[in-house]
């Protein structure tokens, strides 16, 4: 099949592809906490104005400090972040769970001839291929895009895309599909007039003829069936 007949998908992952919300969500507020000396924490990530780790660290020294993080400052955090993940998955490995039928996914979309596969998350690279590997997702050969890229989501998936063209050497796709687990990731996708599919509990209640709306990729042909 000629290359500029190929399309896309592009996946978030926490609560998309890892089951990792909660965990994702202490550790921050913890490395943030830990670092700033601050206890008035706001945790509602979805009252923030970007939906990723970069926009929402900026936000938050913007508030308590009236300035953007300096790069040590934003190291220092990440650093800790990750040390925070890691500790987690010690004392339990269960809150790294994959998301139901997550792990033989992308085996079953690169299989059809028409379609490329590739990661766009809000969350920093270093924790997000922590995430990835401790659910054994299997990502390595996928291209990716994180928080480190930019604050803005949309912009991250653009990222995605250009990484995705470049790699495989498509000039345009004719479909774009992003899937993700929170009303934030249905916003990005309609801002950049791509398709959304949505995964999870937010979506449970949801239907619509143009979309499609999953708990788990178990059975996977709901979403294998969308791609046709």
């Not at 990661?119 to 291929?129: I, Q, V, Y």
């Not at 993700?180 to 996708?189: Q, S, T």
């Not at 599919?197 to 619509?208: A, C, L, P």
Request: charged content about 25%.
């Amino acid at each position: 099949m000629m290359n500029d007949e190929m399309n896309l998908i592009i996946f978030d992952i926490d609560g998309t592809l890892t089951q990792t919300n909660d965990v994702d969500s202490i550790c921050f507020a913890k490395a943030i906490k830990d670092t700033l000396q601050i206890n008035d924490l706001n945790t509602d990530w979805a009252s923030y104005q970007y939906s990723t780790d970069s926009g929402l660290l900026n936000e938050i020294y913007t508030h308590f400090l009236q300035r953007l993080p300096s790069s040590e400052e934003i190291d220092l955090i990440k650093t800790r972040f990750v040390d925070y993940l890691k500790q987690a998955w010690q004392e339990d490995k269960v809150c790294y769970a994959p998301v139901p039928g997550a792990i033989s996914l992308f085996e079953q979309i690169l299989a059809l001839s028409h379609w490329h596969a590739a990661l766009a998350t809000g969350g920093w690279k270093e924790s997000a291929l922590f995430k990835l590997s401790s659910a054994e997702i299997p990502h390595q050969s996928l291209p990716k895009a994180y928080a480190d890229d930019h604050v803005e989501r949309t912009e991250i998936i653009k990222v995605a895309i250009k990484q995705a063209r470049s790699l495989h050497q498509v000039e345009k796709y004719q479909r774009i599909i992003y899937v993700g687990d929170k009303a934030w990731d249905e916003r990005a996708a309609n801002l950049l007039q791509i398709e959304f599919i949505g995964v999870g509990q937010e979506f449970k209640h949801r239907k619509d003829t143009q979309q499609l709306f999953i708990e788990t990729y178990e059975p996977s042909a709901p979403l294998l069936n969308f791609l046709q």
